[in-house]
C-alpha cells in the first residue's frame, strides 16, 4: 500500500468551502432549536467560519446565500472576510421561500414569477461581480406535487429558457453550477431531479455550466461515486456538496452516515483528477440541529480530509494488476486495505509539521472562542434557516 509520507504534500493543497447557512440555527419541520453564541449577520457568520480555517488550515473560503446574506457593502464583508484569514466564495441563489414561487420560479407559467425569478440570478451574478466570486450555484425547489399538476415537458423548455438567460449574463470568469434533488418539495416530480437532467440542462448551455453534486440527494442504493466518475469522465463536475444522510436530505455532517461511501466517492475523485482541481470545487452543505456549529463544521472537514487521505494511500498499480488479472478479491483487498488503515495518527503529525493544532477539536474548545461569543452576541436575532 502507498506509504503516507508519498502524499504529504498533496494533502496540503486541500481546500472545503464552508456555507455561511451552517452558523446559523437549523432544524426540521417540527422544530428549529436556538444555540448560544450564534451569528446575529453575515460578518459574524464569517467571524465564525475563520474559526474551522484556523484550526485544520482547510476551510479557506465561505460560501453565501442570497437574500440571506444580503449587506450594505460587499466590499466590506469582503474586507472583513480577508481580516479574519479567509474569502468569499460561492453565491448561492435562493428562489424557494417567496410566495410567488409556490407553483414554481424559474419554470413558473407566469412571465412575471419567472422574470422576477430570473432577475433575483442577475442580482447573485452583480453581487459576485462585487465579491469576486466565480460560482453561481442553482437549486430549485420547483416541481409538481400531483400528476396532471402541470405540463412536464413545457416545464423543462421553460427551465431552459431561464437558465440560458442567467448564462448569458455570467462574467467571462463566472460559472454556474446547477444542483439536483430528486424530491422534496415537490413530491410528485421535480423539475431537476438528478444528475442526468442538471447534465443536459448545463450542458445545453455551453462551458460555463457545470453540475453540483450534493451527496445527501439521491434515492436510497444509488451509487453516488459512479455518478462523480461520469461527471469527471464528461469534464461537467463543477462542485460538491459534501454532506451525510440516513433516510432522505438529512444533510448530516459528512461521513457521519456512511464513511465508507465517502471513502468510495473520494476514490473515484482521485482516479478522475478532481482532486486539487480547481475546476472542481469542494464544498458542505450541511445543518447542525442539534450540536454546537463551529465544532459541526471542524470535523466536518476533518472528516474529508481523512477519507481524503485514505483515498491518496490506494495502491494504484495493484489495483490495476488486480483488475487486469480479473483477481475480484484482491482488487477489492486493495480497496479494502486503504479505508482500513487509521491516518489519525499520520493527520496529527502532518498538521503539528505545519504549525496546526494536532487535535483542531480539542484545540477550537480550549480557545475560549464559544465563550466569548456566547457573552458578546446577546440581543439581536439569530441568524437561522431562512435569515
Not at 294 to 299: D, H, S, T
Not at 344 to 369: F, I, Q, T
Amino acid at each position: 500500500m502507498t506509504d503516507f509520507a508519498t502524499i504529504s504534500d498533496r494533502l496540503a493543497a486541500q481546500a472545503i468551502e464552508l456555507p455561511s447557512w451552517a452558523f446559523g440555527n437549523s432544524g426540521t419541520r417540527f422544530r428549529v432549536f436556538t444555540t448560544p453564541g450564534v451569528p446575529r449577520n453575515p460578518f459574524e457568520k464569517v467571524s465564525d467560519a475563520a474559526q474551522v480555517h484556523r484550526y485544520t488550515a482547510l476551510a479557506p473560503s465561505v460560501a453565501l446565500h442570497i437574500p440571506w446574506d444580503k449587506v450594505d457593502s460587499y466590499d466590506d464583508l469582503a474586507k472583513h472576510a480577508e481580516d479574519v484569514g479567509v474569502r468569499l466564495g460561492t453565491i448561492n441563489s435562493n428562489t424557494f421561500q417567496d410566495e410567488d414561487y409556490k407553483f414554481g420560479s424559474v419554470t413558473h407559467r407566469d412571465d412575471r414569477i419567472r422574470q422576477k425569478a430570473i432577475d433575483h440570478h442577475f442580482e447573485c451574478i452583480e453581487i459576485m461581480h462585487q465579491t469576486g466570486s466565480r460560482d453561481l450555484k442553482i437549486w430549485l425547489a420547483d416541481g409538481t406535487n400531483y400528476p396532471g399538476q402541470d405540463d412536464l415537458r413545457a416545464r423543462q423548455d421553460r427551465l431552459a429558457d431561464s437558465l440560458e438567460q442567467i448564462y448569458a449574463r455570467l462574467g467571462d470568469d463566472q460559472r454556474m453550477v446547477l444542483e439536483y434533488k430528486f424530491f422534496e418539495p415537490a413530491f410528485y416530480h421535480m423539475d431537476v431531479p438528478d444528475w442526468g437532467t442538471s447534465y443536459a440542462q448545463v450542458a445545453a448551455l455551453g462551458p460555463k455550466a457545470m453540475v453540483c453534486l450534493d451527496t445527501g440527494h439521491h434515492a436510497p442504493g444509488t451509487n453516488i461515486e459512479f455518478i462523480v466518475m461520469q461527471l469527471l469522465r464528461l469534464g461537467k463536475l463543477g462542485s460538491f456538496d459534501f454532506n451525510s444522510r440516513f433516510y432522505a436530505d438529512d444533510d448530516l455532517i459528512v461521513g457521519a452516515a456512511d464513511p465508507f461511501q465517502l471513502f468510495r466517492i473520494l476514490v473515484e475523485v482521485v482516479r478522475g483528477d478532481g482532486y486539487a482541481n480547481p475546476d472542481v470545487a469542494f464544498m458542505l452543505d450541511q445543518c447542525h440541529n442539534i450540536e454546537n456549529k463551529i465544532p459541526g463544521q471542524i470535523r466536518s472537514v476533518l472528516n474529508v480530509q481523512e477519507m481524503t487521505a485514505r483515498a491518496l494511500l490506494v495502491d494504484r498499480a495493484a489495483l490495476d494488476a488486480a483488475q487486469a488479472s480479473g483477481d475480484v478479491l484482491a482488487a477489492n483487498a486493495v480497496l479494502m486495505d486503504a479505508f482500513y488503515t487509521d491516518v489519525r495518527a499520520d493527520l496529527a503529525a502532518w498538521r503539528a509539521s505545519r504549525g496546526l493544532p494536532e487535535d483542531p477539536m480539542a484545540a477550537y474548545a480550549a480557545s475560549g472562542y464559544f465563550e466569548t461569543i456566547t457573552g458578546d452576541r446577546v440581543g439581536g436575532t439569530q441568524a437561522g434557516w431562512g435569515a
